[in-house]
């Protein structure tokens, strides 16, 4: 199968998801807005930045863009799931297609909500007094290590559901998604936390994201030398789930 041939497959797939948001319009709205209704809600509801030097809403905005990247992976696994129960997925391998074209439709199409999604977010984040001090670099940079987490979690979450199978079972895991996205320090410094607690939300990989970012924009919460951590540990979840997503996949129906 010539390489012009994969990507043409892939391409097709990813048109596939686009025409889907064409026809749920509601759905990919609402992916788009909460996000920013949550950085309302935290900025201006319950936001009180208990330790952070400086403005808030400048630690709050990147610990945001984090957090969705990591809550993105619902709607992944929704997808999936649906794909699944239909049969849409039985019916795409019996035809004359490349290994993993769905999943690098479904990967495609994700990333470009997310970058989407990014940039709705930074637009909130300004428009509630979030500045940066970053150079085009240091803020194409960020927006980089975003959607590297970003993407390393979609695969986390494409694999969950080909796992799960079921719209059940998904709830379950989505359940399970909130905990570990709020146990980081997305809203709030770690220092201000139990140090059994503080100690749990440094190791978590969202963490190391939104220190770097707030580093690269020039932050509060930020710190040097968690570039490195920020790149290693989306690398080190894709090595994880990236395989074992294409061996479900392949795996079938057999």
Known sequence: MSAAYVVSDCWTMTRREFARWARQPVQVVVGLVFPVMTLLMFGYLIGGGRGVEGAYVDFLVPGMLALTMVFGLEGTLTAVT????????????????????????????DMAQSAAGLLLMLGAGYAMGWRTSAGPGAFLGALGLLLLLRFAMLWIGIWLGLVAGRPELVQTVQILVWPVGFLSNAIALPETMPGWLGAFVE????????????????????????????????????????????????????
């Open 203 to 254: 190791w978590n990989p969202l963490s190391a994201t939104a220190t770097a970012v707030r580093e690269l924009f020039g932050n509060p919460g930020g710190e040097p030398g968690w570039t490195a951590a920020a790149v290693l540990w989306p690398l080190a979840l894709l090595a994880v789930f990236f395989p074992l997503a294409v061996r479900r996949f392949t795996r079938l129906s057999r």
């Open 82 to 109: 649906q794909d699944l129960n239909k049969g849409v997925v039985d019916r795409f391998r019996a035809m004359p297609m490349a290994d993993g074209a769905v999943l690098v439709g479904r990967s495609a199409a």
